[in-house]
C-alpha cells in the first residue's frame, strides 16, 4: 500500500457526518474526521509493514528440536465487510529445523497482519504462513480465537460469541502425533 491517505479519509468522514448534521453534537465533532483518519492509519498500518525488517535478522541457530509455542498473543483487527474490529487471542506453534525466531518476532508477525482489513481466516492462514516460511520450521500451527463485533453490536446480535480458526503447516497438518501435542499444548 502506498502512502496512507489521511485527507482522504477526513473528507470522507467528514461528508458522514455532514449526513447526519441534525443529529450530532458540531462542537463535540468538529475534530473527528482529524482523530478517525489517524486512527485508521494506525488501525491499517499492516499493509506498509515489512516482514522482513520485522524479522531484522532475528532467527538463530540453535539446537532445540521441539514444538516452541508462544500463547495467548491478544490482537484486534478490522472486519473487511463492515469495517468493525474482531479481536481475540492467538495461540502459534512451531517445530524448528535449527533456527528459532526471537520471541518478540512472533507477536509483532502477527500484528502486521492484524493491522489490515481481515476476515479471521485469512488472517490465520498469513500469520501460519509467514512463521512457516520465514524460520524454515518443520511444521507449523496457528489457533485464532476471537469475538466479532460486526455479529455482536448488529445483525444477529449475539454477544461473546467466538470464533476459532486453524491453519496447519508441514508436520503440523501431516503428522498426527505433531498435530495432537500442538493442540494438546494450547489447551
Known amino acids: 500500500m502506498e502512502k496512507f491517505n489521511k485527507e482522504v479519509f477526513e473528507n470522507s468522514f467528514q461528508k458522514i457526518l455532514d449526513s447526519l448534521e441534525n443529529y450530532v453534537d458540531k462542537d463535540g465533532t468538529k475534530d473527528t474526521p482529524k482523530r478517525v483518519a489517524k486512527a485508521y492509519e494506525e488501525l491499517l498500518s499492516g499493509y506498509s509493514a515489512d516482514i ?4 531484522n535478522n532475528a532467527l538463530f541457530n540453535v539446537q532445540y528440536d521441539e514444538i516452541i509455542i508462544v500463547r495467548n498473543i491478544r490482537f484486534y483487527s478490522l472486519c473487511e465487510h463492515h469495517m468493525l ?3 481475540g487471542k492467538i495461540d502459534i506453534g512451531y517445530l524448528p529445523q535449527d533456527t528459532v525466531i526471537g520471541l518478540s518476532k512472533i507477536p509483532r508477525i502477527t500484528k502486521i497482519f492484524s ?3 481481515q476476515v479471521q481466516e485469512r488472517l490465520t492462514e498469513q500469520i501460519g504462513e509467514a512463521i512457516f516460511d520465514n524460520t524454515n520450521a518443520v511444521g507449523a500451527g496457528v489457533v485464532i480465537k476471537a469475538q ?7 445483525g444477529v446480535n449475539l454477544p461473546e460469541t467466538e470464533m476459532v480458526t486453524s491453519s496447519l503447516f508441514g508436520s503440523f497438518k501431516s503428522d498426527n502425533a505433531t498435530r495432537k501435542e500442538f493442540f494438546d499444548l494450547i489447551k
Open 52 to 55: 522482513k525488517k520485522v524479522i
Open 115 to 117: 493491522r489490515r482489513l
Open 148 to 154: 466479532h463485533m460486526c455479529s455482536s453490536m448488529r
Open 85 to 87: 474490529p474482531f479481536f
